[in-house]
Each structure stands twice: as structure tokens, then as C-alpha cells.
């Protein structure tokens, strides 16, 4: 089976600063990682995945994340937060039911 | 030009009624979903659908039954609604069933059970 833990449910950070949203996952196969951000009231939307190769990925609006596999961890970062990018932010992975499987989601809220 | 659509985008009914909610998506994929996502913004796999064949069936109730008339649509029908069902219904699609492709979600429909 696998699993999603996001770490933290509130991010509150100010306008202009860096924030790092935790993701931890659980598989007992290779999976493949995914972020997803959703704006109020919207659908959800792929920021970056990661299926193989670099560990370090780039993804839109200026997010990154980066593959630990021996500490299990996807974790999103952006250098410099803009009041646009309030939203929840969830973690996925998918493995061998190729299905995804979210986390509970991260509401980041940038502050003027 | 909406890549994938759902009608309605809010739903208000009474519970024991019956209600469908449609979904279209005309990106060409071949595989769609159905997501529901609950008041803490829990998103879970309901259905999935490849080439119109039922590949996801996770354990819900089976008052709910998909319908996919072909690979631009997949319809969700709900029997005598609960209160539990009240949720936001998020459809999706994907080009392929790797597990690898990126999902696109549609904006959602807010059902409420009076």
C-alpha cells in the first residue's frame, strides 16, 4: 500500500520569502511523485512530478522539489513566494496500481 | 476552450434523490476519473476509466455508478443521497494509465445533501 503525509497543514510565510512544503510518502515499490496545487474554489493543477532521472526537479511558477529516496521525502520549494501563490499545495504518489494517492494538503498563505 | 468540463458546477438536493453529474473532456485522453474530496479537502480515487473499460473501482457505496458513453465523457450517477455525500466532485483525465501521466483536473462540482 502506499501513503502521503503531509507534515505540516498550515504555511503561513511573508511575500518575497523562501518556504519548503514537506511531503513523506510510504511504498514498497518505485513510485512516481507528484505536487498538485489548487486555488479557491478551482480544480487541481500539476506543479511538477517526478518519475525518473535528476532528483532535483523544476516545475511551474517557479517551484522545485527534490527526491530523497532514502529519506522518503518530495519536498516542494520556492525561493521567493508571491501573494499569487496562496493555495493548498497536496503531495501525490503513484506505484504499481498506478493510481494516485494524495496527501491531506498544505494551505500556504503569503502575506503582504 | 475548457479542456475538462463538469456540469453542474454547484448541485443543492435533498437527501433520498437522485442526481447525475456529467463530465467532458476534449483533450483526446483515454483515461478518466472520479475524485471525491471532502470537507477537510481529502481527495480520494473513486473511478477510473480507460478506453471506456472500468480499471479504478474503489470501495464506495454502490448507490454510485460511473458511465462512460465514450472516451471524451464519464458520468457519474449517485442513488438515494446522503448527507455523507455532500463533497466536491472532481473529475479528470490523463493521456494514459502509467501511473507516470499528469492528471487534469476539472473545476468541480459542490454537491450539498439537504
Known amino acids: 500500500a502506499q501513503s502521503v503525509t503531509q507534515l505540516d497543514s498550515q504555511v503561513p510565510v511573508f511575500e518575497e520569502a523562501p518556504v519548503e512544503l514537506r511531503c513523506n510518502y510510504s511504498s514498497s515499490v518505485s513510485v512516481y511523485l507528484f505536487w498538485y496545487v489548487q486555488y479557491p474554489n478551482q480544480g487541481l493543477q500539476l506543479l511538477l512530478k517526478?518519475?525518473?532521472?535528476?532528483?532535483l526537479v523544476k516545475g511551474i511558477n517557479g517551484f522545485e522539489a527534490e527526491f530523497n529516496k532514502s529519506q522518503t521525502s518530495f519536498h516542494l520549494r520556492k525561493p521567493s513566494v508571491h501573494i499569487s501563490d496562496t493555495a493548498e499545495y497536496f503531495c501525490?504518489?503513484?506505484?504499481?496500481?498506478?493510481?494516485?494517492?494524495f496527501g491531506s494538503g498544505t494551505q500556504l498563505t503569503v502575506l503582504p | 476552450d475548457t479542456a475538462v468540463s463538469q456540469t453542474p458546477k454547484y448541485l443543492v438536493t435533498q437527501m433520498g434523490n437522485d442526481k447525475s453529474i456529467k463530465c467532458e473532456q476534449n483533450?483526446?485522453?483515454?483515461?478518466m476519473y472520479w475524485y471525491k474530496q471532502d470537507s477537510k479537502k481529502f481527495l480520494k480515487i473513486m473511478f477510473s476509466?480507460?478506453?471506456?473499460?472500468?480499471?479504478i473501482n474503489e470501495t464506495v457505496p454502490n448507490r454510485f455508478s460511473p458511465k462512460s458513453p465514450d472516451k471524451a465523457h464519464l458520468n457519474l450517477h449517485i442513488n438515494s443521497l446522503e448527507l455523507g455525500d455532500s463533497a466536491v466532485y472532481f473529475c479528470?483525465?490523463?493521456?494514459?494509465?502509467?501511473?507516470?501521466?499528469?492528471?487534469?483536473f476539472g473545476p468541480g462540482t459542490r454537491l450539498t445533501v439537504t
Open positions: 517526478y518519475l525518473s532521472g535528476s532528483t
Open positions: 483533450l483526446g485522453h483515454d483515461t
Open positions: 501525490a504518489v503513484s506505484g504499481s496500481a498506478r493510481q494516485l494517492t
Open positions: 476509466y480507460n478506453n471506456k473499460e472500468l480499471i
Open positions: 479528470a483525465s490523463s493521456q494514459g494509465w502509467t501511473g507516470g501521466d499528469e492528471q487534469y
